[in-house]
């Protein structure tokens, strides 16, 4: 598990959940693995209560299975729930895109073109093309007004996320980098009906590719 820096205000519960998720996400934390919720507080220098929440958190988000006097064992990926969260997220940035296509200021654009850049930089590096991938689809939503569903979203969209990880090894042409920026110039161009029928095929690929990814996970990582 990989340990980051604990943020400036950022209380310990919040911490312990947010490296944990990331942790989870990034496969640092394998599905179907034990964690012990003493030696996670040891490794983040956190007492076990904020840990012990945490896990309570990921647990309501079905990603953590808490069992009493035994641990807490990883979820394995639940492709059902995988697609569930892949169609919220289709109705949710299909009407986002589009709002961010009318909203746009020429500012926010820069700040799009500069996070697409920042992907073409680091698309081997799949932790840091989570984060910009990430940033990019915050980005439409903050241009869209709508924060607040963003964290709603946020909250549980880890189950498609462990999947967005998964691709990005397994997938050799994902075009993920092309996508967005093909979104960026739509929203630039305040074309509305290609950057909702771009968005939709862009939060499909993942799920498309499901046979190679598969294939190079461990059956055990999968729930069926």
Request: proline share 2%; charged share 30%.
């Amino acid at each position: 598990m990989y340990i980051e820096e604990r943020q400036a205000g950022e209380n310990g519960r919040d911490y312990a959940l947010r490296v944990l998720k990331d942790n989870i996400m990034d496969l640092e934390l394998e599905p179907g693995s034990m964690v012990s919720e003493k030696d996670l507080a040891a490794e983040l220098g956190l007492s076990r209560t904020p840990v012990r929440e945490a896990l309570l958190d990921l647990a309501k988000a079905g990603v953590v299975e808490v069992y009493p006097q035994r641990g807490s064992q990883i979820s394995l990926v639940d492709y059902d729930l995988a697609e569930e969260t892949q169609f919220t997220r289709n109705i949710l940035e299909s009407c986002v895109v589009q709002i961010a296509c009318r909203n746009a200021t020429d500012d926010d654009i820069c700040i799009l073109q500069e996070n697409v850049m920042l992907q073409e930089f680091n698309v081997k590096n799949t932790r840091k093309m989570m984060r910009l991938d990430d940033g990019f689809h915050r980005e439409l939503f903050r241009i869209a007004g709508k924060m607040h569903t963003w964290n709603m979203l946020s909250s549980y969209a880890i189950h498609f996320d462990r999947i967005r990880v998964m691709a990005l090894h397994s997938v050799k042409d994902l075009k993920i980098v092309d996508d967005h920026k093909r979104i960026c110039a739509a929203v630039s161009g305040r074309d509305e009906v290609l950057a909702k029928e771009l968005m939709e095929e862009h939060l499909a690929r993942y799920l498309v590719d499901e046979k190679e990814i598969r294939e190079n996970y461990p059956a055990g990582y999968f729930k069926s």
